[in-house]
Each structure stands twice: as structure tokens, then as C-alpha cells.
């Protein structure tokens, strides 16, 4: 939202780059208080480099992970997809 209501686009190419360089922005460049103020490249490097328990012991939220299908689902993304 933040780049978004701030800018105006000129082509489909003019948004792409601007996204990008504000997307880089903001995962090396700007601290972040829920990540114990550090950029986001920084704490995925924490959690790459000492494993996710560590920063989980320092007080950070866990890593969002995807949950598991319910039990009997069975079905791939493929399938669902292809069936609507």
C-alpha cells in the first residue's frame, strides 16, 4: 500500500521496476521492529544460518509455514486447479 499510494505509474514496465526497487527496499534496507529491528534479509539470515528455534527462543514469532492437507485430502494443487 505504502508504494501504491504514493506513486503513479506510467506502463505495466515503469510498475514492475518501481515495485522492485521497493520491494528491495524493504527486505535489506529498512529495520523492522517485529524482527527485533533488523531488515528482513538479515533475519532470514538468523533463522538460515542458526535454525528457526533459535530466533523463536530470542522472542520472534515463528516462521509462517503452511499447514498440512486435512486428513483424507489427497488431492494436488493440479488437480484442483484443473477442476475449478
Do not use: C, K, M
Not at 533488523?38 to 528455534?53: E, I, K, M, W
Amino acid at each position: 500500500d505504502e508504494l501504491l499510494n504514493e506513486s503513479l505509474f506510467f506502463g505495466l514496465d515503469h510498475a514492475r521496476s518501481a515495485i522492485a526497487e521497493w520491494r528491495q527496499d524493504f527486505n535489506t534496507a529498512r529495520p523492522h521492529s517485529s524482527l527485533g529491528y533488523q531488515t528482513p534479509a538479515a533475519f532470514a539470515g538468523t533463522l538460515t544460518a542458526t535454525g528457526s528455534d533459535a530466533a523463536l527462543n530470542e522472542g520472534f514469532a515463528s516462521p509462517p509455514v503452511a499447514p498440512t492437507a486435512p486428513y483424507g485430502v489427497t488431492e494436488t494443487a493440479e488437480a484442483l486447479i484443473a477442476t475449478g
